[in-house]
Each structure stands twice: as C-alpha cells, then as structure tokens.
C-alpha cells in the first residue's frame, strides 16, 4: 500500500514556521526582504514568479518584483543585480531562469553576492555544500529532503538513485542524500543501463523534464519515489516524470505532479529568504 507525499501539507508546515520566524524578526525591527528578477515573458517563469510572491504574501515576507523586457541587455541586468547587492534592506536576489538567450546566465548567478544568494547557485555557496557545511541549499533538493524527513523515511545506508545531473537539481541533491549516508548514484542521458540501476533503487528522484520516463518495470518494490519534474502537455495538463498511476502500486511512498516537489520549492526559498536576513542581520 503506497503513501502520497503531499507537498501541499509539508510545504504548508515549513511555511507557518517561516511566518513564525518572521514574526519574531519583525518584532526586532528586521523586516525580510526577496527580490525576484524576471527577464521576458515566458509563461511557466511567470507563474513560478507569481507563486513566490503569494508564498512572501503568506508568511509576511515584503517581496519585490522587476519584471523587465525580453531585449533587457546584459550590462542593464547587471546594473540591476548590482543595485539589490547593494541595497541594505534587500535580504534575498533570486534571477527568474531560463535568462532569454542573449543574456550571460552564468555571469549574473556569479553576481548575485553569495549571502544574497537565496537559490544557493553561487559557486561559493555550490562549494559549501560540497562540503556539508552551508547556510543555503538548493530550493528543489532541500524540499525534497524536507519531504522525506516530514514522512520519517531514513536514507542511511539506502541505494539512492537520482537520474538527471543538472546542477539545480541532480547533482545538489546527489550531495545531500549523500551526507544523509545513503549509496548515491546519478543517471544522466548517457547512462548505459539506466533500467538495472533504477530497479536496484531504495529512492528514485527523476528530474529529466520527459513525461512518464520512470516506468512500473524500472522500480523495485517499495521503493520510494520522487518525482521533481514538470511537463506541460498539449491538452494544458501538468504531469511528472514518473509514469504515476502505474508506479504507485510498487511504491511504498510517491509524490505527485502537480502537488509535490514543486510547493516544496517554494517553502524552502521562504526558508532561505529567512535565512539570508539573519545572516546580514548579525
Ligand atoms: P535539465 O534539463 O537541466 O536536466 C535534465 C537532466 O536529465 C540532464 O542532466 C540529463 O542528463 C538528464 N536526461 C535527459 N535525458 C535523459 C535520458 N534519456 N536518460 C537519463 N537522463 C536523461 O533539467 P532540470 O533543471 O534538472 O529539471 C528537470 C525537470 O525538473 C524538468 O522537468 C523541470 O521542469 C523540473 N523542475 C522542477 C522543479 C520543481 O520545483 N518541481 C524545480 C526544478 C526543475
């Protein structure tokens, strides 16, 4: 018998702590602050940007939002990453990805300083968390493991199995499963025997972007599943990259798509924003 993880609930939960804590640093005069930075008008970024903002409505978190034209050049997207650096009352820079073409994504990520870093994609803060000792961590990874500690579910001396390497998702949560001591392996597209190795899996974390990619044949019995992707389909509908109606019968816990990682990615940005003011605070 399979449990849905409800992102839904444990994303709730991490929000009302963050309230919680805002509550507190209001109370000491410290007002949290994110701004969010969104380059052109891609519909799905829209949408996560206006979710952020409700998420800041929620746990009283002033928000900021510049949203600029899709020909915004580099050296004005600079200047604008450079004035929230600079700007005291600002706690948190979050760039909207994916930049549109023209624009040098690395540059600006590199820009944003690292204690304003609130999606921990700054290579000082990529470093930290190589080495287990951080103060942020990837949004989508730490939700996942928000997730999995919510549900009780230990990963020491688990076969994890993430398939996807990209460095907002796979990798990161590769490290962090691996301090948790479980056996981490990373499928990626040039994987050989991708099938073999996710059938050995204790946890499987899909985060590829291709629709019903984890299949029932590929999961072992009672494992547990997380599914981090987000597909649109041509009837509008959202769907993951687990094949969830057929996989859920071997899985011991799954999340679903919408409802799952995706509100977790929201919370744990919260619980950064929170994070950045104390540290800028002391
Ligand atoms: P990405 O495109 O950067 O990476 C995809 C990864 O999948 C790559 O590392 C690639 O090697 C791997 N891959 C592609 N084809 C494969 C194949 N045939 N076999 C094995 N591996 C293969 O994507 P990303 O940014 O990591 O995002 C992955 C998915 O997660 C997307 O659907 C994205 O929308 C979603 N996402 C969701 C959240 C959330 O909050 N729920 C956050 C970030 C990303």
């Known amino acids: 018998m399979y449990k849905i993880i409800s992102g839904k609930e444990v994303s709730e939960a991490v929000k009302l702590r963050v309230a919680d804590e805002v509550k507190q640093l209001k109370a000491n005069s410290i007002e949290p602050c994110l701004a969010v930075i969104l380059v052109g008008d891609d519909p799905a970024s829209r949408v996560y940007v206006n979710n952020k903002k409700k998420a800041c409505e929620f746990c009283g978190i002033r928000s900021l939002e510049y949203v600029l034209p899709a020909e915004t050049t580099q050296d004005e997207l600079v200047a604008l990453v450079e004035k929230l650096n600079e700007d005291k009352t600002v706690n948190g820079i979050l760039c909207q ?47 996942i493991m928000e997730m999995l500690r919510y549900e009780k579910i230990d990963l020491d001396g688990k076969n994890c199995v993430v398939i996807g390497r990209s460095n907002i998702v796979g990798k990161p949560m590769a490290m962090l499963m691996l301090k948790e001591n479980a056996t981490v392996t990373i499928c ?9 190795i996710v059938a050995g899996a204790d946890v499987i974390v899909a985060a590829v972007g291709r629709p019903n990619f984890v299949t029932a044949d590929m999961v072992k019995e009672g494992a547990v599943i997380i599914d981090v992707g987000i597909n649109r389909m041509d009837d509008g509908k959202l769907c993951g990259d687990v094949d969830f109606d057929a996989c859920k019968e071997k899985a011991s816990y799954i999340t679903p798509v919408p409802g799952g990682v995706g509100p977790m990615t929201i919370a744990t940005l919260m619980q950064n924003t929170i994070t950045a003011t104390k540290i800028q605070a002391k």
């Open 97 to 143: 990805l994916p930049l549109p073409k023209h624009l040098d994504e690395k540059t600006i990520l590199n820009l944003i300083r690292p204690e304003k870093d609130v999606d921990a994609f700054h290579p000082e803060n990529v470093g930290h968390i190589m080495i287990g000792d951080f103060n942020f961590l990837p949004c989508t990874p730490a939700g």
């Open 188 to 196: 990626h597209s040039r994987t050989k025997n991708l099938k073999e």
